[in-house]
């Protein structure tokens, strides 16, 4: 693997920077036009706004080596918030397995962020054994559509969402895996019922989505009825290597350095401690290795393989890299961090970032659960890569 940027890629990287220095962030302005604009100028530079979208479907057609650039180059920008459901997790399912009609009707609504999905997979009964899901479709007489019922839990963005994509439960025949139909309907319909849950960082991004005798069109589902777990799987890996966030990691890494070295400690500051050094050490080194674990993947990827076991080792890793580093954050604040739910903004005599620390190690806790708890991705590494080696 050559890990060397060739001076396609380097050309590629300079253009990179200079759209960023162009496009990303203004000072103050309208923050909601300049989304639309930036997307609207990423689009126009071919593709830039779905960068993972194969050219077929209006991406850009980036090698990995170009993926890696563009990661590594935003993370550092303040870009558009941008919900992974829709562009990230749904699309590449829409394009593999939906009809040309599913793909004309859906992926447009997507790529301009105008629609917004939600993930409708968890249920109270089924998280890490998700094939337990008990959400029923059942398929009219006339077999023009389904009435579906059941709850869904931990539905992230389901409050702003205006589209969900489902699982459900059609068959008890065969395998658990089997009967389990992948179907797409609106939120905002009646029957659908969407509570808060507010969870450890005093946010409200999750919540329980209640549906109750609920239309959908037969046209709504994606490929066949029953086989919706081949899709929904798919759909995982996607979203694993996309959790890992390993170019955020970096910038947050080097924030924490520069946050360390802002608190006084001693004659000197807390990066001068050698025992908090080694801590920023090992997570860096740690870090290092998961980026190159990425590049193998990204040249899989670009070998023609999709996201495979290694998703799993992206994202257990990674997100254990961003626990460390939140936690070290806290650390770093010390005991002004404790007084967070108080603040709003920089505490009197406490470091600037102390009022987030906390607020970020707490909601940080849930990136080893969603997703696919770490237990799980670990029997996925067992039975896919050790076993075979073993
Ligand atoms: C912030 C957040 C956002 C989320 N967003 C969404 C969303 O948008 N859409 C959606 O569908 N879901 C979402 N989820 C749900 C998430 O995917 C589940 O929480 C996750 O799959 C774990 O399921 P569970 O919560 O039911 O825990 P359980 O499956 O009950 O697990 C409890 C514990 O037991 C362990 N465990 C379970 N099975 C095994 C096993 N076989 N071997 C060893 N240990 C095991 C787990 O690792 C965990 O530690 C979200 C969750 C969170 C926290």
Redesign the pocket.
């Known amino acids: 693997m050559d890990i060397e940027l060739s001076a396609e890629d380097r050309a590629f990287q300079q253009e990179v920077r200079a759209f960023l220095k162009e496009h990303a962030a203004p000072a103050g302005g309208d923050r909601a036009q300049w989304r639309m604009q930036w997307f609207a100028s990423a689009a126009a530079k071919g593709g830039w706004d779905v960068p993972k979208w194969p050219r077929q479907f209006g991406g850009p057609g980036w090698t990995a080596s170009q993926h890696y650039i563009w990661d590594k180059e935003t993370a550092a920008h303040t870009l558009p918030l941008d919900s992974p ?1 829709g562009i990230t997790m749904l699309a590449p399912i829409l394009m593999a397995y939906g009809t040309k009609e599913q793909q004309d009707r859906f992926l447009p609504g997507i790529r301009s962020r105008q629609v917004n999905w ?13 094939a337990a899901l008990k959400t029923r479709a059942v398929l009219s007489e006339d077999g023009s559509h389904y009435l579906v019922n059941g709850t ?7 409050h702003i969402s205006d589209w969900i994509f489902c ?1 459900t439960r059609t068959g008890d025949t065969g395998k658990r895996q089997q009967g389990i139909t992948f179907l797409l309907f609106p939120m905002k319909q009646p029957g659908i019922e969407v509570k808060p849950i507010i ?1 450890l960082g005093g946010r409200h ?2 919540n329980m989505v209640h549906i109750a005798d609920v239309k959908v069109p037969v046209a709504n589902r994606i490929g066949k009825e029953g086989e919706g777990w081949t899709y929904a799987k798919g759909l995982l890996q996607h979203e694993r290597t996309g959790i890992a966030g390993i170019s955020r990691s970096l910038v947050a890494l080097a924030a924490l350095k520069e946050k360390a070295r802002s608190v006084k400690y001693g004659e000197g500051n807390l990066f001068d401690d050698a025992a908090f050094r080694a801590k920023v050490a090992a997570v860096e080194i740690d870090l290092m290795a998961l980026e190159f674990t990425e590049l193998r993947s990204m040249a899989a990827a670009a070998a023609g393989n999709g996201p495979g076991p290694e998703s799993s080792i992206l994202k257990l890793k990674g997100t254990q890299i961003q626990q460390r580093i939140q936690k070290l954050g806290v650390e770093a604040a010390g005991l002004y961090s404790a007084v967070w739910r108080q603040a709003s903004q920089p505490i009197c005599g406490g470091p600037r970032f102390a009022h987030e620390a906390m607020e970020n190690y707490l ?1 940080g806790r ?2 080893t ?8 991705q ?2 996925v590494i067992w039975k896919n890569v050790l076993k075979n080696r073993s």
Request: charged share 15%.
């Open positions: 459901f939600c993930q409708g997979y968890s249920e109270p009964g089924a998280g890490s054994d998700l869904k839990i931990w539905t992230s963005l389901a699982l969870t991004a999750v909601t849930a990136a659960i969603y997703g696919g708890a770490s237990e799980v670990r029997d």
